[in-house]
């Protein structure tokens, strides 16, 4: 299993809080196949918010003002043969 | 030197398979022309967010003009019609245009649900919003959650915005929807993105509505009425950059310089046709006109403030919710409901009404334009 703790611990541009979510029902492009998925803004420690796909998650287990942290997940794929975009996500954080 | 309005057309927003975009613009002008008096103007400013995706056509001011006149398009995503005039005030102020027709056309439903969410990502940064996933609606739901959570304001309270706006639309000729819908209705339509819910959000549709302004004394009116100013107000187009996502400071800013070109205060107006995209942004709009304190606005329909007899009428014509939003032509339509109640035309007429407030919000908040009409007696 990935170990993404050396690019959270101790980074105040990996930690945040839950500002807002939303389950989105109504898919961007290139989406379709996750849809329904969440997202959210996530105030950062360093004081930035940042907004990005939320995951690990059920829209029932997310709060306001909880805990998040920042993974590196697939965004989306440029069909069957192109690039695979990776990006930051967010999932509640893990208790250690 | 005043801008006075000549003329105003518009067709009913709709379902309008069998014509193009350049079909309504000819019907939406026509009406204009016919109002006005006038048989050409000097200069077209089209207002348009996206034919080029809706059906390929770019060039939007020449396809629409051919050879009739000078023309070229304003865009700015939803508020592009508020820009329009804007632009058509600054070239009639300028001295150069004697007359201008403000005419925004939107063509968006040849296309699939899916393709619009697409296009419309267009009005948010697709950069940093839309490639996340963010489709505009969902910049929407994530500012209601959040407000909800810090005002204590429910669905239910902002729905009432939907409730009011198709109230106002009843008998209306040229609105979308004329069919009222009550609290349960809202309640009971499926989420698009918790916690918006279809009945939150204005409708996908065709439309086209124009307006002719000119350099004062040009056409004689029974009712003199004036675009007595004109502001435009900008944020950052990335919600996530706001230092408070949860105010339209754009529209605070806009509102703010309308009123001090032109001395009208909140009070001073009549009739507020505001920027009702999402039952989210009615509130947040009133807040940044201060209408309502900050975190307040929601209450406002609740309590019955924005009802047509009460001091603060909100989309008398049913606004963006209910007459439609075909989105870069709504500016125009806002313009063309705020001429009509200052002429004593409406359907649901707001009592001697005298000042009206156009508010156009482009994005979730990038720029709003103001626009105060105002009847001259």
């Known amino acids: 299993m990935l170990n993404e703790r050396y690019m959270i611990d101790g980074n105040p541009e990996a930690k945040g809080t839950l500002y807002s979510y939303t389950t989105v029902f109504s898919p961007i492009h290139e989406l379709e196949e996750f849809s329904p998925y969440i997202i959210g803004l996530v105030k950062l420690e360093s004081g930035k918010m940042l907004l990005a796909q939320l995951t690990d998650c059920t829209e029932e287990e997310l709060s306001i003002g909880m805990e998040m942290e920042m993974v590196v997940r697939k965004i989306r794929e440029k069909g069957p043969r192109g690039l695979i975009l990776y990006g930051y996500k967010f999932r509640p954080a893990k208790e250690l | ?377």
């Open chain 2, 1 to 377: 030197m005043k801008v006075e309005v000549a003329g105003i057309g518009c067709i009913r927003a709709g379902e309008r398979w069998d014509k193009s975009a350049r079909d309504l613009f000819k019907e939406a002008s026509a009406k204009a022309f016919e109002d006005s008096g006038l048989k050409s103007v000097d200069l077209l400013i089209a207002s348009n967010m996206a034919l080029p995706q809706y059906t390929d056509q770019n060039n939007v001011g020449s396809y629409l003009s051919d050879d009739s006149f000078p023309a070229f398009r304003v865009e700015s995503a939803c508020s592009s019609g508020g820009a329009a005039l804007h632009a058509a005030w600054l070239a009639i102020k300028s001295g150069e245009y004697d007359s201008v027709m403000v005419a925004g056309v939107e063509k968006m439903t040849d296309r699939t649900t899916q393709m619009n969410t697409h296009i419309l990502a267009g009005a948010s940064d697709f950069e940093k919003e839309a490639f996340y996933g963010a489709s505009f609606v969902s910049l929407n739901a994530l500012i209601a959650r959040r407000y909800m959570h810090e005002y204590k304001a429910k669905e239910e309270d902002l729905l009432l915005f939907s409730v009011n706006s198709h109230k106002n639309a009843l008998n209306v000729p040229h609105a979308f929807f004329q069919k009222q819908v009550s609290l349960e209705d809202c309640l009971k339509s499926p989420y698009v993105s918790s916690p918006l819910r279809l009945l939150d959000c204005s409708p996908v549709c065709d439309g086209s509505a124009a307006i002719i302004l000119t350099k004062e004394g040009l056409v004689k009116k029974e009712e003199k009425i004036t675009l007595e100013a004109s502001a435009i107000g900008q944020d950052t187009i990335e919600l996530a950059r706001r230092p408070d996502p949860l105010t339209i400071t754009a529209g605070a800013r806009s509102f703010k310089k309308a009123s001090a070109k032109s001395g009208v205060t909140v009070r001073d107006i009549d009739v507020f046709e505001v920027h009702d995209a999402f039952s989210i942004m009615a509130a947040l709009d009133l807040e940044s006109i201060g209408v309502a304190e900050k975190g307040k606005g929601y209450k406002l329909a609740q309590e019955g403030q924005i009802a047509l007899d009460a001091d603060f009428p909100v989309s008398t014509s049913g606004g963006l919710k209910a007459r439609g939003h075909p989105v870069g032509a709504t500016g125009v339509y806002q313009a063309y409901d705020a001429v009509l109640q200052l002429r004593g035309q409406a359907v649901h007429q707001v009592p001697d009404a005298e000042v009206a407030l156009c508010h156009n919000i482009g994005g979730s908040g990038s720029m709003v334009a103001a626009n105060i009409f105002r009847r001259v007696r």
